[in-house]
């Protein structure tokens, strides 16, 4: 298969001396974006299906009408942590 290349990418010189302060040994500036893209587009697959199955499970669960309030949830899992570590949410976070 023949291979394609990427649109480039213009970036200030000051980026450019960046990114090439942190390639490894024997790492190219190429490799290093291919790297990335690749990565990135893996990241995007995992989140569309995570997001996917996020909607279907809300579906389902709508359709059976086994919900619960955000609010009531959130109070419980307040419950949950002043049990676990004797203080609630609100004073862990403030």
């Known amino acids: 298969m023949k291979t394609a290349t990427l649109p480039p990418v213009r970036v200030e010189p000051e980026f450019r001396e960046e990114v090439e302060s942190v390639l490894k040994k024997d790492e ?26 996020g909607r279907a499970s809300l579906a389902k669960a709508r359709r059976g009408g086994r919900t619960v309030p955000a609010a009531k949830m959130i109070g419980k899992l307040d419950k949950m942590i002043e049990a676990k570590f004797g203080k609630s949410r609100k004073k862990a976070v403030a």
Do not use: H
Request: without cysteine; negative net charge.
């Open 28 to 53: 190219t500036l190429s490799s290093f974006v291919e790297n990335l893209v690749r990565n990135e587009v893996e990241f995007r697959k995992i989140e569309a299906d995570f997001l996917a199955r």
